[in-house]
């Protein structure tokens, strides 16, 4: 079985959690040794019950770390080659694995191979690397963004670059890697790249970053072990905001049919979007949310801070990031008391997937659906559980499948065959055995 079969992810902004300049420090200034901040949280990491770090962007960059520069060389705000190496030993002594945050669709237009094509044009031996847009005259660019120029993916020459970085840090001791931008590059590209990169590396793991389309075809096509399941994180707030559990049922639907194709990465937060305790309207329905990312099938990924209930709002514009990449103490006991509860909830939830590893590419089945009540079952054969969740202002006893059910986690009580749930409530029970199909 391979290691990614049962990975739970931490996730962290390495810029933003250090507390890093926002720009490139000048050439000449020392490296700043910020990676053993990151190292100095991996107890904490392992106490929530993840097994693996993904880290964004760590190579030198002109500002946020997705305009590269060079994707050979640690960026000097946080430290340097050995800094890293220091943290994958760190990490490997808890038996946790590091995923690298890969932007190769772009780079910025202080990278070496677009500075000598910006002023030798035709000249250039990279000019092939980039191509221009008819429509504007300027170099191809991410989503419009100036600093950010465009690789070009047909050129072979781009693909060994890109073969190349992901080797020389996979030798380092990294496990795989997350694909910025994964959505804009051409499929075909990917497949060449990881399957050469897997012909060194078999054990590697890809995840790429998809919005929307068709998440299966991108895994086959691309060559990536996984993606990231944007659908059921919009259906997971948006449900419980507009008290309209059938967009989640609907969401549960297509992941089951996603996880006969792969495991996706699931997630209710990560460092491009709003926290999820400032995205839904009710913070009662926190709990839930997690509860139903932490029960369903896929490798399941924690933004930093979110177990600890962080607020941030992302905006569109200059610094509109910064509210939802804060730095973070040095040490995790300097964080405040207020979100203790919500770790421990955390850490009762993961553990409770950690006794039912079989959860990874479990498919749920939906058992009773109103607005704003949802009752699911997963279940292997051996072990069986039920979510049961209510959105609703009054106390609600909702029915169970036959089986011999128990209370494991949440404000509710089971009772002959019944959930009861106090006031926008939730609860999973568990029972031994396989449950009746439903009908």
Known sequence: MRWSEHAIWWQVYPLGFTGAEPQALPPDAPPVHRLSHIADWLDHLVGLGC??????????????????????????RLGTEEDLRGLVDQAAERGVRIVLDGVFNHVG???????????????????TWFTVDPATG???????????????????????HVVEVMCHWLELGIAGWRLDAAYTVPQAFWRTVTDRVRARFPDVWFVGEVI??????????????????????????????????????????????????????????????TRIASRLDDERHLAPTLAVLLTLGGHPSV?????????????????????????????????????????????????????????????????????????????????????????????????????????????????????????AGWLVATAAGPIAEAG
């Open 303 to 423: 933004y930093s801070g979110d177990e600890q209930a962080f607020r941030g709002v992302k905006e569109e514009r200059v610094g509109g990031d910064d509210a939802v990449r804060p730095a973070f103490p040095p040490l995790p006991s300097g964080l405040a008391p207020y979100g203790a509860a919500h770790q421990r909830l955390h850490q009762q939830l993961i553990g409770l997937r950690r006794r039912h590893p079989w959860l990874t590419r479990a498919r749920s089945t939906v058992r009773l659906l109103t607005n704003t009540t949802l009752v699911y079952t997963l279940s292997d054969g051996r072990q069986s559980l039920a979510v049961a969740l209510s959105l609703g202002e009054d106390p609600v006893r909702l029915p169970l499948p036959d089986g011999d059910w128990r209370h494991a986690v949440g404000p509710g009580s089971v009772d002959r065959g019944e959930v009861e749930l106090p006031t």
């Open 212 to 273: 929307h389309g068709d998440y299966a075809a991108f895994v086959d096509k691309g060559g990536l072990d996984s993606v990231t399941q944007y659908e059921l994180w919009k259906a997971l707030w948006s449900s419980c905001n507009d008290r309209n559990l059938y967009e989640l049922a609907w969401a549960l639907d297509r992941h089951n049919a996603l996880l006969d194709a792969f495991v996706p990465m699931t997630f209710l937060g990560n460092h491009d979007v």
């Open 138 to 160: 300027d170099y191809r660019t991410f989503e419009g963004h100036h600093r950010l120029v465009a690789l070009n993916h047909e050129e072979p020459a781009v693909a060994d």
């Open 109 to 127: 237009r202080g990278f070496p191979a677009f500075a000598d094509v910006d002023a030798r044009g035709r000249d250039s031996r990279y000019a």
């Open 51 to 76: 097994n693996g770090l993904a880290l964004g962007p760590v190579f030198a960059s002109e500002t946020h770390g997705y305009d590269t520069v060079d994707h050979l060389r640690i960026d000097s």
